[in-house]
């Protein structure tokens, strides 16, 4: 079966740096875009960047500056370099990645099962 396996989260003091790892995996026919969601305690799920299978990438304002998305397609892995740390990044953060599973399937997204980024201030 197909699975996005996040890593690199954990407990960081606020003005440091962490960066978070996607890989898929599985019988995986083409990939599309791929991105990081988050989710803060008592907040929504909010969208944090995506990138296109040519390295376009697009960012929340909230983050703009402070991350950055990139890919090793060869890899199949999806990473998100963050910076500057502060509490209100405390999060679960989620990768996604629109998938074709085969050449006359259908694409869908898939999630990772999220990695807990905590932040001290």
């Known amino acids: 079966q197909v699975q996005l396996v996040e890593s690199g989260g954990g407990l960081v003091q606020a003005g440091g740096s962490l960066r978070l790892s996607c890989v898929a995996s599985?019988?995986?026919?083409?990939?599309?875009?791929m991105g990081w969601y988050r989710q803060a305690p008592g907040k929504q799920r909010e969208l944090v960047a995506t990138?296109?299978?040519?390295?376009?990438?697009n960012y929340a304002d909230s983050v703009k500056g402070q991350f950055t998305i990139s890919r090793d397609n060869a890899k199949k892995t999806v990473y998100l370099q963050m910076n500057s740390l502060k509490a209100e990044d405390t999060a679960v953060y989620y990768c996604t990645a629109d998938l074709k599973l085969s050449r006359l399937g259908i694409w869908d997204k898939y999630w990772g099962q999220g990695t807990q980024v905590t932040v001290s201030s």
């Open positions: 990138i296109t299978s040519d390295g376009s990438t």
């Open positions: 599985g019988s995986i026919f083409s990939i599309s875009a």
